[in-house]
T-cell receptor, first 112, second 127 residues
Framework: GQSLEQPSEVTAVEGAIVQINCTYQ??????LSWYQQHDGGAPTFLSY????GLEETGRFSSFLSRSDSYGYLLLQELQMKDSASYFC?????????????FGTGTQLKVEL | DVKVTQSSRYLVKRTGEKVFLECVQD?????MFWYRQDPGLGLRLIYF?????MKEKGDIPEGYSVSREKKERFSLILESASTNQTSMYLC?????????????????WGQGWREQYFGPGTRLTVT
């Protein structure tokens, strides 16, 4: 099975850099994704790591290390609009590569 | 733009009632999913479907069933609602065909890249 752990809450100031960690225990997966969800909104896709290493998309970067069973989402130049919940998710080998198993979620609060 | 719609934003039902939650997507996606979201537990998969009339159990299927008679529509059914089914229910869809060509070309692991598109959610309260 899969189990993904994230810190429940992270607080940072506007303009700073913040890292949201995701540690997992899984029997095997294709890759690690990150989703963002604003209060009252639908989760939206941010990034995907199929290979180990860093993927960069604008202010957001995501990292995966399979040997360490660990990934993270890095948000730079934080803005107030980045206040949201962030979920990591793996695509397990089961389910034909179509389903996701989500982490517990991290609520990010950006302060002035 | 992909659009996933859910029949209600808020729903209040009584214990023992049969409850139907409907989800419709307009992008001809093969895969559809039902999740429930609870604080501190993240999103947990209830059921998913990869084709019409096909379904697979997710991680927490007990107390739920699903129906997919048409490609665009995926229904979640609570046969006899209970108070522990009070939750936010999220529907999502994804395409089997639509993996990033770049990822597919570069790596075997790219086939796992299936962006899921979520609906706005239904907050169900069972009293």
């Amino acid at each position: 099975g899969q189990s993904l752990e994230q810190p429940s809450e992270v607080t940072a100031v506007e303009g700073a850099i913040v890292q949201i960690n995701c540690t997992y225990q899984t029997s095997g997966f294709y890759g690690l994704s990150w989703y963002q969800q604003h209060d009252g909104g639908a989760p939206t896709f941010l990034s995907y790591n199929g290979l180990d290493g860093l993927e960069e998309t604008g202010r957001f970067s995501s990292f995966l290390s399979r040997s360490d069973s660990y990934g993270y989402l890095l948000l730079q130049e934080l803005q107030m609009k980045d206040s949201a919940s962030y979920f990591c998710a793996v695509t397990p080998f089961t389910g034909g590569g179509n389903k996701l198993t989500f982490g517990t979620g991290t609520q990010l609060k950006v302060e002035l | 733009d992909v659009k996933v719609t859910q029949s209600s934003r808020y729903l209040v039902k009584r214990t023992g009632e049969k409850v139907f939650l409907e989800c419709v997507q307009d992008m001809d996606h093969e895969n559809m999913f039902w999740y429930r979201q609870d604080p501190g537990l993240g999103l947990r998969l209830i059921y998913f479907s990869y084709d019409v009339k096909m379904k697979e159990k997710g991680d927490i299927p007990e107390g739920y069933s699903v129906s997919r008679e048409k490609k665009e529509r995926f229904s979640l059914i609570l046969e006899s609602a209970s108070t522990n089914q009070t939750s936010m229910y999220l529907c999502a869809s994804s395409s089997t065909r639509d993996s990033s060509p770049l990822y597919k070309a570069v790596t075997l692991w790219g086939q796992g890249w299936r962006e899921q598109y979520f609906g706005p959610g239904t907050r169900l309260t069972v009293t």
